[in-house]
Nanobody
Framework: VQLQASGGGLVQAGGSLRLSCAAS????????MGWFRQAPGKEREFVAS????????YYEDSVKGRFSISRDMAKNTMYLQMNGLKPEDTAVYYC??????????????????WGQGTLVTVSS
């Protein structure tokens, strides 16, 4: 499956952005989908993920209550709605897909396919 992330940009602290991840090839509904981010000089870290059915979502603690992950099966697209953005949210955001179960939804190594990343910059 191929993944294409988009929607990044420059926003002031407190603002909002919605990232999109369009999937093509294969059957995207068969995959656990997730968002990770990588800030300059840091490791890529888990942000959020969503189960195949879309019924179950998982979030990293620092984004709970501010970010919302969803997926549109008909459009083969996953979204990350980001509200209340903070300067520490500045990073390149990557979407990913995993063939395995939800067991290791937070683990970068669990994901098999990655998009190219989209830059989110939050100014203070």
């Amino acid at each position: 499956v191929q993944l294409q992330a988009s929607g990044g940009g420059l926003v002031q602290a407190g603002g909002s952005l919605r990232l999109s991840c369009a999937a093509s090839g294969g059957t995207p509904s068969r995959y656990l989908m997730g968002w990770f981010r990588q800030a300059p000089g840091k490791e890529r870290e888990f942000v959020a993920s969503i189960s195949r059915s879309g019924d179950t979502t998982y979030y990293e603690d620092s984004v709970k209550g501010r970010f919302s992950i969803s997926r549109d099966m008909a459009k083969n697209t996953m979204y990350l709605q980001m509200n209340g953005l903070k300067p520490e949210d500045t990073a390149v955001y990557y979407c990913a897909a995993a063939r395995g179960s939800d067991m290791y939804y937070y683990a970068r190594a669990w994901y098999d396919y990655w998009g190219q990343g989209t830059l989110v910059t939050v100014s203070s």
